[in-house]
């Protein structure tokens, strides 16, 4: 395939993340075990710069490739948001490696290979592409997953993972091939041109759509496709589930946009209709079944499953507003629960995870400030005002009613009611519970860490409060004005 020079200077972060996974591999060769902390810093680096590289970047929306590749705002919007928390769970994850002996060169090249994945997914311009980026972000999380070896639930769990993710994925490519039959082309831009009577085969097209929506529900851990995502958040590593919460969501709603909208926006009626039944069932059972579990890891699974739900409600629009909304709640879930797997990173030390509601009883009594952080995340997540989450759930409401979708709104506010229940009962356990240890609360020596982990917290709030710059950014990005 040709390309040029254009062709390389659109391309020019992921090309420069590719060489600095390189140069990541070979320091980690060469320096000692007691030396991680020179990959740690190299792969930080890496990450700034390559963001550096993404903001910098005021280059005009174009297709390189041969149609491959899109550089646009939208994907430039989400490569920001990504690598900034993909820097700050580097950040986060540092001390907790080092004290359980899991601070290996592995888990940064992983770590790094899924985020050049995620770049390209959101750039996707093609069927190729989209499943390329996929893949590269799923073979990464499925070895990150596994990555503490001596802990049976950890290989329990990567098992489940690349065996749900490997049917995922075999469903999503059968989809393409499906689409590529009917429509006689692999360019998104070419297939948005299709409609149901285009070739002849419009039931090949539409039986192809139903496998793209399986193959998207399950990267967004919605119902029925949502087996894997508990054992996989309480089994991996916390400074594991920490990265597989957050950003390969943001990567997970490009995606679906590029297919859905670049690639299958004339059958929006079809797979509206698909995504509702999926959300419906999430905001469903992902509340109600968060309520049972005792193990916050879970219980933030499960709170997961729900918030996804929510975040299908803003792609039912069809429209720029729509996707913008969610968009908007994407990015905000993804710093929302950045704090929240933070938190639990915190509290643990050697030989204690912290990863039972109970483990936070008296939290306010030990260290105020961050029972304070972990309240503003409770709230957040339950969609209290003036909170980030509040405004986030309120724009794809907005946007479920212009759909049409107007009992779909009343479900997922009764079942945002109901969630309240758990997130609020983390928040009385830190306040009203008496701690089981007298002491002082010991924070980590990790500096870094604990500023980072506030300022994420506390700008939960600053959000809530002064979102319109970044509602207008996401609009602008999709076009909506």
């Known amino acids: 395939m040709p390309f040029s020079i254009q062709d390389l200077q659109l391309i020019l972060p992921e090309a420069f993340l590719l060489f600095a996974i390189c140069a990541v591999i070979v320091v980690d060769l060469l320096v000692k075990p007691t ?28 297709v390189g490739f041969s149609g491959m590749f899109v550089h ?31 601070h ?54 990567a098992m489940k993972y690349f065996v749900l993710g490997a049917l ?8 393409l091939s499906m689409i590529y039959g009917a429509t006689g082309s692999l360019d998104l831009a070419r ?30 851990g919605a119902v029925p496709f949502h087996m894997w995502l508990p054992d996989v958040y309480e089994g991996s590593p916390t400074a594991v589930t920490i990265f597989v919460s957050t950003a390969p969501k943001l990567a997970a709603f490009g995606m679906a946009y590029r297919l859905l909208d670049s690639g299958l926006g004339a059958l929006a009626p079809h797979w509206s209709l698909m995504l509702a039944i999926l959300a419906a069932l999430s905001l469903v059972i992902g509340n109600v079944v968060a309520i049972a579990q005792t ?10 499953i729900s918030h996804m739900g929510f975040l299908l409600l803003g792609l039912l629009d069809a429209t720029p507003s729509g996707y913008a909304a969610a968009m ?31 483990d936070f009883k008296g939290l306010h009594q030990r260290s105020p400030w961050y029972a304070f952080v972990m309240l503003l995340t409770m709230f957040s997540l339950a969609g209290v005002p003036p909170l980030w989450g509040f405004f986030a759930k309120l724009l794809v409401l907005k946007a479920t009613i212009d759909a049409g979708f107007l009992w779909l709104a009343l479900v997922a506010i009764v079942c945002a009611v109901a969630g309240c229940f758990y997130y609020l009962r983390v928040v009385k356990v830190m306040y009203f519970d008496a701690p089981t240890e007298k002491k002082v609360l010991e924070l980590p020596a990790d500096v870094p860490l604990r500023w980072l982990l506030s300022i994420n917290g506390v700008a939960l709030l600053f959000m809530g409060l002064f979102f319109g710059p970044l509602l207008t950014w996401c609009y602008r990005a999709m076009g909506a004005g």
């Open 72 to 102: 646009d705002a939208v994907a430039r919007l989400l490569k920001i948001f990504m690598l900034l928390i993909v820097a700050a769970i580097l950040a986060y994850a540092r001390t907790y490696l080092k004290d359980r002996r899991l």
């Open 328 to 358: 908007f709640y994407a990015i905000c879930y993804a710093l929302m629960t950045a704090v929240a797997f933070g938190m639990i990173l915190l509290l643990s030390r050697v030989g204690f995870e912290a990863d039972d509601i109970d």
């Open 295 to 304: 193990n916050i890891k879970r219980m933030l699974a499960y709170s997961t």
């Open 191 to 220: 297939i948005h041109l299709a409609d149901t009577g285009v070739g002849g085969h419009p039931s090949l097209l539409l039986f192809g759509l139903v496998f793209v929506v399986v193959g998207i529900a399950f990267k967004f």
């Open 168 to 175: 995922a994925s075999g469903l999503l490519l059968y989809g």
């Open 35 to 62: 030396q991680r902390d020179v990959t740690h810093w190299v792969s930080f680096g890496a990450v700034a710069a390559t963001l550096l590289l993404v903001v910098i970047d005021r280059g005009a929306d174009a």
């Open 104 to 157: 290996v060169g592995e888990f940064y090249e992983l770590v790094l290979f899924a985020t050049l994945g995620m770049m390209l997914l959101v750039s996707a311009g093609s069927l190729v592409m989209i499943y390329v980026g996929l893949e590269l972000l799923t073979l990464s999380s499925y070895a990150l997953v596994a990555l503490n070896r001596d802990s049976s639930l950890s290989t329990e769990a």
